[in-house]
């Protein structure tokens, strides 16, 4: 896994990340969502790059509150999933919360995303509880697993 490159965003990302998470996601994140995480103070966007660095691969954010970090979205390329790229960008993405000095990192996850499920439990996060009814999920709803990663 030297191939690639994990960088921050950047505004000229912005098109080629939204088709990507477009395309990638059975509930994508709008140009908007991803412009406010490229712009706030609080989130810091990623991306995973060929080594070229003319491909991107994977879109992230991590939103900081104090001394925790809350994983908000990982996004990757409909064509690499399921090559290992989910858990290795998963790992320097908790590289950079561990150097912030962040002490946690949370997520939430939908119920039926057994593949975000599988990646999650298998790098070591914990399962803290379910949160009844949290998505809309076409007519109904459906509930979020919470899970987090300590590093104390
Ligand atoms: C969820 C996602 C980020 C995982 O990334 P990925 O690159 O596809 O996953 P990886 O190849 O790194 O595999 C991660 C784990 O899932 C397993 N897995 C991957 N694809 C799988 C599949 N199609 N069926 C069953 N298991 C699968 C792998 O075996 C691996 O488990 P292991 O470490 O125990 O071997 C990616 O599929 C994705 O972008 N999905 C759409 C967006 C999404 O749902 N994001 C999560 C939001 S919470």
Request: overall charge negative; charged content about 25%; some cysteine.
């Amino acid at each position: 896994m030297t191939d690639y490159i994990c960088r921050l965003m950047q505004e000229e990302d912005l098109s080629e990340v939204v088709d990507l998470v477009k395309s990638a996601s059975d509930y994508p994140w709008s140009l908007q969502n991803i412009r406010e995480s490229l712009f706030s103070n609080y989130d810091k966007a990623f991306v995973l790059c060929s080594l070229s660095g003319l491909e991107i691969l994977a879109f992230a954010v991590i939103h900081k509150v104090l001394d925790e970090s809350h994983l908000q979205n990982i996004v990757i390329k409909k064509e690499e999933q399921g090559r290992g790229l989910g858990s290795y960008f998963l790992e320097q993405l908790i590289k950079f919360v561990k150097d912030q000095n962040q002490h946690t990192l949370l997520l939430e996850v939908r119920a039926s995303n057994a593949i975000a499920i599988k990646l999650y439990e298998s790098i070591g996060f914990q399962l803290d509880g379910i949160r009844k009814g949290y998505y809309p999920k076409g007519s109904g709803r459906e509930d979020a697993r919470l899970y987090s990663l300590s590093f104390v």
